[in-house]
């Protein structure tokens, strides 16, 4: 499995949908009880469901892991933890996740200039507000340093996504082949 992680419009949700789309990875479609996002679509960018519903699930066992960010819950489901399949998840989420599957996942950090995700994040449509919160947070909270295993970073400062995800993937097939023998 390979484990995403970066900063607020770091860029790996689009680099997740071009390892679906180009390399036939399977994104796992983790839970979350913010509210969407214009255009986003339930049970396609998240599965979006109350408080008490994860509450609920995470009792049961049925999380994988489990993260607060920016006030709200997020998730990932023990089912949807297969190989070929690409996550992405914050750095509690990624130590949790390794605390499990240990050499059975790769975590790859996506990093990029906080002015240039500020500008995704004003051309997505983020309240100012939001944008300010998570300008400040990031860079603490998806330093390196956060992580208990890390196999990569890239850098994504506007270069062809495609290529990057490309990259990215090269890596994963690599670097799982070198683990699990």
Known sequence: MLVLIGASASGKTE???????????HKITTYTTRPMRKGEINHKDYHFIEVST???R???KFFLETTAYQGHYYGTAFEDAKPGAVVI????GANAIQAILKKRI?????????????????NRGDAKETIEMRLNSDDKTFHPSQLNHLDAI???ENQH???????????YIKRLSSNLN
């Not at 998840?89 to 509690?92: Q, S």
């Open 106 to 122: 790769v975590v790859v950090l996506i990093t990029s200039d906080s002015s240039l995700r500020e500008q995704r994040m004003i």
């Open 161 to 171: 996504l495609e290529k990057l995800a490309e990259e990215i993937y090269q890596f």
């Open 54 to 56: 994860f509450q609920n």
């Open 58 to 60: 995470n009792q049961e």
């Open 89 to 92: 998840v914050d750095p509690r």
């Open 15 to 25: 680099i997740a949908k071009l390892l679906v789309k180009n390399h036939g990875m």
């Open 154 to 156: 890239f850098a994504n």
